[in-house]
């Protein structure tokens, strides 16, 4: 009796981490570049319970005596999934949807104080004044994130520059208000090739844990590419891959598991009360 309840309880708080992971899909599901995490399950330990046997009832038994009984299920893997969204046009120039899995923007973030490569699908990018060129301006994502072009450093874009437009080689090119054009920069966008190394790092932002610990050389992990107009869309801005319908699927269907084990705890309560209760 106390093993089904142990069997219970235990899965009742894995499928409360699952009910989160899903919630926290539902709730981005109109992040710009969002990508949503899916939550996988596995036995926990076994135990072999032999009953007394009676070798006149057992002559000839190919099955073992007693019983395999199990202690409830556990979260295996919280799994982030890279399928593609869905393009939306915005017509604004400073949009760019990346149009292949794997592949991000990199951008530089003050983590703890300190400068840190992150990596985002959102390409939702903004002028912002470079505090490092005072005069000039860089571009940077909602969160204040300074997008990295293909030299890992910064975007310097001239005062009163506009009219960006995206090269068929990557190649970020801008018309000054004397109509002369320059070029601002290459995107270079980061293919990470082991993406269940990615770790969520606030807002819509990702980032990697210390490679080297880990056993990997950076080239082990990381792809470095022009992010050319075949790669990204100027224009555009890719949305989350969170399937609404079949969020609200996989809520109800844990929902029901939860319930049945929290019915099963109660009708186990149920019978050691009635056990409790004989009399001799």
Excluded: C
Excluded at 12 to 30: F, P, R, T
Excluded at 57 to 84: F, K, S, Y
Excluded at 112 to 128: I, K, N, V, W
Excluded at 211 to 221: P, T
């Amino acid at each position: 009796m106390y093993a089904s309840v142990l069997s219970s309880a235990n899965t009742m708080g894995q499928l409360q981490h699952k009910l989160d992971g899903i919630s926290n899909n539902l709730a981005n599901s109109d992040r710009t570049g969002y990508k949503r995490r899916e939550t996988t399950f596995s036995d926990m330990l076994f135990q072999q319970v032999n009953n007394q046997t009676d070798p006149r009832n057992d002559a000839g038994r190919i099955t073992p005596g007693g019983l395999r009984t199990g202690t409830g299920a556990a979260v295996a893997q919280t799994a982030l999934r890279l399928e593609q969204g869905s393009i939306k046009e915005t017509e604004r120039e400073l949009d760019f949807a990346i149009t292949e899995r794997d592949q991000f923007f990199q951008v530089e973030s003050m983590a703890d104080g300190e400068a840190e490569t992150q990596y985002t699908r959102d390409g939702s990018f903004y002028l912002s004044e470079n505090p490092e060129n005072p005069g000039t301006w860089t571009l940077v994502n909602n969160q204040g994130d300074y997008l990295l072009g293909a030299d890992g450093e910064r975007m310097n874009i001239p005062a009163g520059a506009g009219d960006f437009s995206l090269q068929k080689d990557g190649t970020l090119e801008a018309v000054l208000e004397n109509g002369e054009e320059v070029e601002v920069g290459q995107l270079e966008l980061a293919r990470i090739t082991k993406p269940q190394l990615l770790e969520s790092a606030g807002g819509n932002n990702y980032s990697l844990p210390d490679l080297a610990e880990l056993g990997f050389a950076e080239a082990d992990v990381i792809e470095f590419a022009a992010g050319e107009e075949a790669q990204v869309t100027q224009g555009s801005l890719e949305q989350s891959n969170v399937d609404m319908g079949q969020e609200m699927t996989d809520m109800m269907n844990t929902q029901r598991h939860y319930s049945f084990n929290a019915r099963a705890i109660s009708q186990g309560d149920q019978m050691m009360g009635l056990i409790n209760s004989i009399r001799g």
